[in-house]
Each structure stands twice: as structure tokens, then as C-alpha cells.
């Protein structure tokens, strides 16, 4: 015994110092991460894929054959009002659903078939007298992700008011003298004449979160890879011998069975391979037996789930195995401080700024998500984010054995051998 008193090591600088650094890292970087990817979605919004559909037949005035329809369509696409934050994406109503059905548009905005015969006919005697008012139809896609569909909504209602102020500009001009035959009422409605509807254009099971199960679900999967990777790589060095296991207030040691670091990694990786398949189990039963959630495809629901909690496990513990100590720090910020913010599940990715764009294209939480996505909303279709998930987990695999395996290899190679613990302590000085 040193005959030291243990709190003397709070007098040591070192020790300050170096957890100082690490925790205020950490805290500055989850700040960064979380905070400045939300901050501000509107300004950073660029591109926010939002349908245009033009369903106006047209009609016949005086003479002339009109379609108030392509003029409303035309000019949204055209207008420079919102810059390029919306990506206006003129289609058909079939196609509009089959993207709506896939996650492709966060909303839409169409204009029905009567659209023109209705319009037109507040400008007569007799339509004045019983008018119909036309309806300009905002379609809403909670599945997409909930602010995504909320700023393509406030995208899409303006376009359709700002339309309908412009029709009615058209429509007072023609009437002309005619207006003092119209009743008041109607002509406040001939200067703005379209009712802007709202609806959801492809409405989820009450189970569905508003849109948002898909993202914890996934999240869920992430977390308990990273988590049992960390437990997984403590109880193997355990079974090994090369770490005591302190169980409450008993302290267990296993004789010393030597290994190298690769034939440790893989020790780990083939028990998360094995101890995924339970987790991946209980994780559906959970969510869908117990608690409810509304989903289809069970087997390939399960399937997906187990696959990625063992790529996001044996990811981690190849970041483990490689930096050792630092590791975790590692995981955590891979695997929860840049993964949440840009898995396009809250905000949508058109609406981060470029830096976290980027992070999205191989974050493992973004592409999960996708899957599952897929799976849950989207019939299990593999260009609705299934294939990609599928892809990009294959190849996480792949990156996370190269590099696990060849860096560890490597430290083998060069003698950098683990060192097994003491088992009788030395005498040491207290840090300075």
C-alpha cells in the first residue's frame, strides 16, 4: 500500500485538464451537431421537392377554349418568390401519388379537374347568385417527415393563395361593367376566388407516430448495437482474463487466456452477429406486440432489424478495438451526435445546411431509417429508401471489417501486443 489517500488525486492538474478537454469537446460537438443543424430550416432550405398538378380540364368562354389551370401552374413555376428553396415538380396525379407513396415529395399542390368552369361561373348573372366556390387542394406527406411536410405545406398554401389573388385580378378585369350586376358577396369572391383545402396525401395508421415511428424504431436499433457493443467488448477482455468484472461489490478475475487483437474482434463481432438476432426479435415485439405500432412485413421487418443492430454493433466495436479507451467517445459521436440530426427523419435533409448534408450521405442512422421507412409507410418498395438501407449497410460492414481487421493486424504485426493486467499493485506516486 502507498499509504496516500486516494482524494490527493484531485489535486493532480493532469487530471483536470484531461477530462476538462474531453467533456467540453464532447459538449461543444453534440451542441454543434444538434443545435446547428435545427436552428434555422427555413433559411438553409434549398430544393424541397414539393408536386405541381394541373387536373383543370378547362372550359369554353366566349368562345375561347380556357384553362385557368396551366396559367396557375406555369406561374408558381415560375415565380421567384421563394428562390430555390422549393423545387416545384410538374406531373400528373397518378405519378404525384406514386411519389407521395414513396416518400419522393413532401407535399403537393393540385388544381381539380373543374377547376376553370367553377371559376368562370362566379362571373355571371346566375352563377353570382348560387356561386361554387373552387377549390385549389393542398396535399400534405407526414411520412416524409413531419417538418418537411409542415414547410412544404406553408410552400404550397401561400403558392395556392397567391394564386388565387392573381385569378381574381384576370377575372375582375374581364367582368368590367358587369360587376354592378353582381351582388356584393360575389364580387369579394370574384377577387379572390379559390378555397384553399387541406389533406393528407398519403395518410398513415393511427399507430404511425404522425410519421415519426419509423425514426425511433431506427434509433432504437442503432442504440442497442452501440450499447451492446460496449458491454460485449467488456465481458469478452473479461472471459479473457485481460479485465477484472466488478459485480456490485465483488471483484471477478479469469486466468489470462492470451489473444490477438484480431482474433479478439472477432471473438466480438461473431457474439453480436449471434446476440442480434435476439435483440433484433425483442426490439419488434416490443414495438409492435407490446406497445402496438402499426406495421407490415413482419419478416422482413425483422430481418432489417437484426442486420442493422449487427453492422451498427460490430461497427462499434471495431471503433473500440481500434482507439481503445477513446472509442467510445468515437461511437457516440458517430453513432448518436452526427447520425440523429441529419437522419432526415425530423428535419428534412433539404432543409439542413451543406456540412450536415454531407454527414447524411453515410451516416448509418439516415440510411436505417430510410429502410425502415420503407418498410413501415411504403409497402417494403426497395426505391422508397429499402435498397439504399440494404446497400449502404453492406458496405458499412464491409468498411468496418477492412479497417478493424487490417488496422489490428497491423498493431499485431508490429508486437503492440495487449498488456495483461497486474494482479499484484505497485507502489505509485501521485500524479503531478
Known sequence: MSGIHPFRVL?????????????????????VFYVGANIDPVDHMTKLPVGLVNADKGAAVGGKQVNLGVRITESIK??????????WKVMGEREMKEKLGKGKLFGALVVPAHFTSSTTALTSTAGAKNPVRPNLTV???????????????????????SASLQVGKELTAQTGARQAKLPAAARVLLADPAAVTVEDGHPLDSHSGLGLTAFYYALVLVVCGMLSANVISGQVD?????????????RLHRPLI?????????????????LSLLMGTLVMVGAVGIMGMDASHLPLLWLYSVCAIAVCGIGALTLL????????????????????????????????????RFLAEFEPLRQITGGIRSILYYDA????????????????????????????????????????VETTPEKAAVPA
Do not use: C
Request: aromatic fraction near 8%; glycine fraction near 14%.
Open 11 to 31: 489535486r493532480a492538474q493532469s487530471l483536470w485538464m484531461a477530462n476538462g478537454v474531453i467533456t467540453g469537446v464532447l459538449a461543444l460537438l453534440f451542441t
Open 78 to 87: 415560375k415565380s421567384t418568390a421563394g428562390g430555390d428553396k422549393i423545387d
Open 139 to 161: 396535399l400534405t406527406n407526414q411520412s416524409a417527415g413531419s417538418v418537411g411536410s409542415s414547410l412544404a405545406r406553408t410552400a404550397t398554401t401561400q403558392a395556392a393563395e
Open 238 to 250: 473479461h472471459a479473457l482474463g485481460y479485465t477484472h468484472n466488478d459485480m456490485g461489490p465483488r
Open 258 to 274: 492470451r489473444a490477438t487483437r484480431v482474433q479478439t474482434l472477432a471473438i466480438s463481432s461473431t457474439l453480436m452477429a449471434g
Open 321 to 356: 478495438a481500434v482507439f481503445g479507451t477513446p472509442g467510445m467517445l468515437v461511437v457516440t459521436l458517430v453513432f448518436i451526435g452526427m447520425a440523429v440530426p441529419t437522419a432526415g427523419a425530423t428535419t428534412p435533409l433539404e432543409a439542413l445546411p451543406g456540412f450536415y
Open 381 to 420: 418498395q426497395g426505391d422508397a429508401g429499402l435498397t439504399r438501407g440494404w446497400v449502404m449497410m453492406a458496405a458499412g460492414l464491409v468498411a468496418a471489417a477492412l479497417f478493424g481487421f487490417g488496422v489490428l493486424g497491423w498493431y499485431d504485426r508490429k508486437g503492440l501486443h495487449r498488456i495483461p
